[in-house]
Protein backbone atom coordinates (compact mmCIF):
# COMPACT_ATOMS: atom_id res chain seq x y z
CA UNK A 1 0.00 0.00 0.00
CA UNK A 2 1.47 3.64 -0.79
CA UNK A 3 0.32 6.29 1.60
CA UNK A 4 0.68 9.44 0.27
CA UNK A 5 1.48 11.20 3.22
CA UNK A 6 4.12 8.84 3.88
CA UNK A 7 7.27 11.18 2.46
CA UNK A 8 5.47 14.11 5.06
CA UNK A 9 5.99 12.68 8.52
CA UNK A 10 8.57 14.33 10.69
CA UNK A 11 8.85 16.90 7.76
CA UNK A 12 9.51 20.45 8.50
CA UNK A 13 6.84 22.65 6.48
CA UNK A 14 7.13 26.54 6.86
CA UNK A 15 4.13 28.69 7.37
CA UNK A 16 2.68 31.47 5.68
CA UNK A 17 2.88 34.60 6.97
CA UNK A 18 -1.02 34.59 7.64
CA UNK A 19 -1.33 31.19 9.58
CA UNK A 20 2.02 32.86 11.82
CA UNK A 21 -0.22 35.75 12.63
CA UNK A 22 -3.28 33.65 13.21
CA UNK A 23 -1.03 31.62 15.40
CA UNK A 24 -0.12 34.67 17.11
CA UNK A 25 -3.51 36.05 17.73
CA UNK A 26 -4.48 32.81 19.20
CA UNK A 27 -2.11 33.23 22.16
CA UNK A 28 -1.21 35.72 24.36
CA UNK A 29 2.05 33.85 26.48
CA UNK A 30 5.28 33.24 24.52
CA UNK A 31 8.71 34.47 25.19
CA UNK A 32 11.17 36.95 24.89
CA UNK A 33 14.65 36.90 23.69
CA UNK A 34 16.80 39.43 23.51
CA UNK A 35 21.03 39.51 23.63
CA UNK A 36 23.25 40.16 26.04
CA UNK A 37 27.29 40.05 25.94
CA UNK A 38 26.63 37.07 28.16
CA UNK A 39 24.46 35.10 25.82
CA UNK A 40 20.93 35.25 24.58
CA UNK A 41 18.35 35.59 27.82
CA UNK A 42 15.05 33.59 27.05
CA UNK A 43 11.84 34.60 29.64
CA UNK A 44 7.76 34.39 29.08
CA UNK A 45 6.10 36.72 28.86
CA UNK A 46 2.27 37.63 28.36
CA UNK A 47 1.85 39.58 25.30
CA UNK A 48 -1.10 41.25 22.56
CA UNK A 49 -0.27 41.37 19.06
CA UNK A 50 -2.19 44.47 17.64
CA UNK A 51 -1.80 45.97 14.05
CA UNK A 52 1.84 45.56 12.98
CA UNK A 53 3.96 44.83 16.68
CA UNK A 54 3.59 43.05 19.64
CA UNK A 55 3.07 44.32 22.73
CA UNK A 56 4.50 43.44 26.27
CA UNK A 57 3.91 44.75 29.92
CA UNK A 58 6.65 45.00 32.07
CA UNK A 59 7.87 46.92 34.96
CA UNK A 60 10.01 50.04 34.76
CA UNK A 61 13.63 48.66 35.64
CA UNK A 62 12.94 44.86 34.70
CA UNK A 63 15.73 43.71 31.97
CA UNK A 64 13.38 43.63 29.24
CA UNK A 65 12.19 47.12 29.84
CA UNK A 66 16.36 48.71 29.83
CA UNK A 67 16.45 46.66 26.48
CA UNK A 68 13.54 47.90 24.18
CA UNK A 69 15.80 51.12 23.50
CA UNK A 70 15.50 50.24 19.31
CA UNK A 71 17.47 47.00 19.46
CA UNK A 72 16.28 43.81 17.74
CA UNK A 73 14.33 41.62 20.26
CA UNK A 74 12.27 38.26 18.94
CA UNK A 75 9.41 36.63 20.82
CA UNK A 76 8.56 33.09 19.86
CA UNK A 77 5.25 31.28 20.32
CA UNK A 78 4.91 27.40 20.38
CA UNK A 79 2.96 24.54 21.32
CA UNK A 80 4.31 21.07 21.11
CA UNK A 81 2.52 17.40 21.31
CA UNK A 82 5.21 14.66 22.48
CA UNK A 83 2.82 11.72 21.92
CA UNK A 84 3.06 12.62 18.20
CA UNK A 85 6.32 13.96 18.44
CA UNK A 86 4.85 17.25 16.47
CA UNK A 87 4.37 20.79 17.04
CA UNK A 88 4.90 24.61 15.64
CA UNK A 89 6.46 27.32 16.04
CA UNK A 90 6.32 30.98 14.98
CA UNK A 91 9.39 33.89 15.62
CA UNK A 92 8.50 37.88 15.46
CA UNK A 93 11.63 39.47 15.36
CA UNK A 94 12.00 43.24 15.39
CA UNK A 95 12.67 46.49 16.39
CA UNK A 96 11.70 46.81 20.33
CA UNK A 97 10.95 50.52 22.22
CA UNK A 98 9.70 51.22 25.53
CA UNK A 99 5.76 52.99 25.78
CA UNK A 100 4.51 54.42 28.60
CA UNK A 101 1.48 56.36 29.66
CA UNK A 102 0.06 58.28 26.69
CA UNK A 103 2.17 56.58 24.61
CA UNK A 104 0.39 53.77 24.59
CA UNK A 105 -2.39 53.23 21.80
CA UNK A 106 -5.93 53.91 23.12
CA UNK A 107 -7.00 50.86 21.63
CA UNK A 108 -4.55 48.44 22.25
CA UNK A 109 -6.16 46.01 24.99
CA UNK A 110 -3.10 46.28 27.43
CA UNK A 111 -1.44 42.88 27.67
CA UNK A 112 -1.90 41.99 31.28
CA UNK A 113 0.84 40.74 32.94
CA UNK A 114 0.47 37.52 35.37
CA UNK A 115 3.23 38.67 38.04
CA UNK A 116 1.74 40.80 40.44
CA UNK A 117 3.06 44.18 40.81
CA UNK A 118 3.27 47.38 38.77
CA UNK A 119 3.97 47.05 34.50
CA UNK A 120 3.46 50.61 33.54
CA UNK A 121 6.19 50.05 30.76
CA UNK A 122 4.83 48.67 27.09
CA UNK A 123 7.52 46.82 25.22
CA UNK A 124 6.48 47.20 21.45
CA UNK A 125 8.33 44.52 19.19
CA UNK A 126 7.29 45.47 15.87
CA UNK A 127 6.95 42.52 13.55
CA UNK A 128 9.92 43.01 10.88
CA UNK A 129 10.21 40.16 10.26
CA UNK A 130 7.81 36.55 11.33
CA UNK A 131 8.07 33.46 10.15
CA UNK A 132 7.18 29.74 11.18
CA UNK A 133 7.41 26.20 10.87
CA UNK A 134 5.17 22.88 11.53
CA UNK A 135 7.02 19.46 12.38
CA UNK A 136 4.46 17.13 10.44
CA UNK A 137 3.63 13.98 13.07
CA UNK A 138 6.01 11.07 12.28
CA UNK B 1 -9.16 35.62 57.59
CA UNK B 2 -5.73 36.28 57.16
CA UNK B 3 -4.44 34.03 54.52
CA UNK B 4 -1.05 33.50 55.31
CA UNK B 5 -0.08 32.79 51.42
CA UNK B 6 -2.26 35.08 50.07
CA UNK B 7 1.11 37.74 49.50
CA UNK B 8 2.73 35.19 47.73
CA UNK B 9 -0.12 35.19 44.58
CA UNK B 10 1.62 35.90 41.43
CA UNK B 11 5.20 36.34 42.62
CA UNK B 12 8.08 35.66 40.99
CA UNK B 13 10.11 33.43 43.05
CA UNK B 14 13.66 32.24 41.95
CA UNK B 15 14.54 28.33 41.52
CA UNK B 16 17.18 26.75 43.73
CA UNK B 17 19.84 24.74 41.07
CA UNK B 18 18.63 21.60 42.06
CA UNK B 19 14.82 22.43 40.95
CA UNK B 20 16.24 23.89 37.97
CA UNK B 21 18.43 20.27 37.62
CA UNK B 22 15.25 18.66 38.22
CA UNK B 23 13.03 19.92 35.89
CA UNK B 24 15.95 20.12 33.37
CA UNK B 25 15.97 16.04 33.59
CA UNK B 26 12.13 15.52 33.53
CA UNK B 27 11.43 17.39 30.07
CA UNK B 28 12.77 16.51 26.76
CA UNK B 29 11.84 19.40 24.38
CA UNK B 30 13.05 23.03 25.21
CA UNK B 31 14.02 25.78 22.68
CA UNK B 32 17.63 26.93 21.63
CA UNK B 33 18.65 30.26 21.58
CA UNK B 34 21.37 32.33 19.84
CA UNK B 35 22.39 36.11 18.58
CA UNK B 36 22.73 37.03 15.12
CA UNK B 37 23.36 40.20 13.40
CA UNK B 38 19.48 40.52 13.00
CA UNK B 39 18.74 39.87 16.11
CA UNK B 40 17.84 36.70 18.63
CA UNK B 41 16.95 33.19 17.01
CA UNK B 42 14.99 30.85 19.19
CA UNK B 43 13.39 27.64 18.02
CA UNK B 44 12.28 24.65 19.39
CA UNK B 45 14.56 21.47 19.76
CA UNK B 46 14.92 18.20 21.67
CA UNK B 47 17.56 18.05 23.96
CA UNK B 48 19.09 15.47 26.59
CA UNK B 49 20.97 16.51 29.92
CA UNK B 50 24.37 14.62 30.77
CA UNK B 51 26.02 15.32 33.61
CA UNK B 52 27.06 19.42 33.15
CA UNK B 53 25.79 20.01 29.91
CA UNK B 54 22.79 19.86 27.26
CA UNK B 55 23.13 17.98 24.25
CA UNK B 56 20.94 18.56 20.82
CA UNK B 57 21.27 16.44 17.70
CA UNK B 58 21.38 18.42 14.16
CA UNK B 59 21.79 18.31 10.80
CA UNK B 60 25.28 19.20 9.86
CA UNK B 61 24.59 22.09 8.21
CA UNK B 62 21.75 23.63 10.42
CA UNK B 63 22.15 27.21 11.13
CA UNK B 64 22.32 25.62 15.32
CA UNK B 65 25.05 23.70 13.82
CA UNK B 66 27.37 27.01 12.25
CA UNK B 67 26.79 28.87 15.89
CA UNK B 68 28.12 26.14 18.27
CA UNK B 69 31.54 27.02 17.58
CA UNK B 70 32.17 28.56 21.18
CA UNK B 71 29.95 30.87 21.60
CA UNK B 72 27.03 31.07 24.43
CA UNK B 73 23.69 29.52 23.15
CA UNK B 74 20.98 29.34 25.70
CA UNK B 75 18.53 26.15 25.96
CA UNK B 76 14.97 27.65 27.88
CA UNK B 77 12.25 24.90 29.47
CA UNK B 78 9.03 26.40 30.59
CA UNK B 79 5.52 25.00 31.44
CA UNK B 80 2.95 27.49 31.38
CA UNK B 81 -0.91 26.63 33.17
CA UNK B 82 -2.91 29.43 31.78
CA UNK B 83 -5.77 28.42 34.16
CA UNK B 84 -3.81 29.94 36.84
CA UNK B 85 -1.97 32.38 35.09
CA UNK B 86 1.06 30.19 36.72
CA UNK B 87 4.10 28.40 35.71
CA UNK B 88 7.97 27.87 35.51
CA UNK B 89 10.80 28.67 33.61
CA UNK B 90 14.48 27.45 33.47
CA UNK B 91 16.85 29.42 31.55
CA UNK B 92 20.72 27.63 30.68
CA UNK B 93 23.38 29.27 28.85
CA UNK B 94 27.32 28.73 27.85
CA UNK B 95 29.44 27.71 25.91
CA UNK B 96 28.63 25.95 22.80
CA UNK B 97 30.86 23.48 20.76
CA UNK B 98 30.13 20.64 17.88
CA UNK B 99 30.45 16.99 18.01
CA UNK B 100 30.62 14.48 15.86
CA UNK B 101 31.24 10.48 15.24
CA UNK B 102 33.54 9.73 18.33
CA UNK B 103 33.22 13.12 20.07
CA UNK B 104 30.07 12.05 20.99
CA UNK B 105 30.42 10.31 24.87
CA UNK B 106 29.95 6.49 24.65
CA UNK B 107 27.37 7.16 27.76
CA UNK B 108 25.49 9.54 25.90
CA UNK B 109 22.07 8.14 25.18
CA UNK B 110 21.93 10.09 22.29
CA UNK B 111 18.87 12.92 21.78
CA UNK B 112 16.44 12.14 19.13
CA UNK B 113 15.87 14.54 16.95
CA UNK B 114 11.80 14.70 15.61
CA UNK B 115 12.13 15.88 12.68
CA UNK B 116 12.72 13.24 9.48
CA UNK B 117 16.24 13.24 8.21
CA UNK B 118 19.56 12.78 9.57
CA UNK B 119 21.00 14.24 12.23
CA UNK B 120 24.87 12.94 12.66
CA UNK B 121 26.06 16.46 14.53
CA UNK B 122 25.53 16.44 18.29
CA UNK B 123 25.70 20.23 20.06
CA UNK B 124 26.46 20.41 23.59
CA UNK B 125 25.77 23.36 25.48
CA UNK B 126 27.82 23.71 28.72
CA UNK B 127 25.81 24.49 31.57
CA UNK B 128 28.04 27.64 32.94
CA UNK B 129 24.69 29.64 34.12
CA UNK B 130 21.17 28.18 35.17
CA UNK B 131 18.21 29.89 36.44
CA UNK B 132 14.50 29.06 36.93
CA UNK B 133 11.33 31.10 38.04
CA UNK B 134 8.71 29.87 39.10
CA UNK B 135 5.23 32.33 39.12
CA UNK B 136 3.21 31.83 41.91
CA UNK B 137 -0.94 31.10 40.79
CA UNK B 138 -2.98 34.43 41.84
Known amino acids: MNDPDIDARGRLVELSTEECLTLLDASAVGRVAWCTREGPVVVPVN ?13 AYSALSRQADGTTLALEIDEIDASVSSGWSVLVRGRAER ?3 DQVPADLARPLAWPAGQHPVVVRIEVNELSGRRLLPR
Chains 1, 2 share one sequence.
Open 47 to 59: YVRLEDAVWISTS
Open 99 to 101: HSG
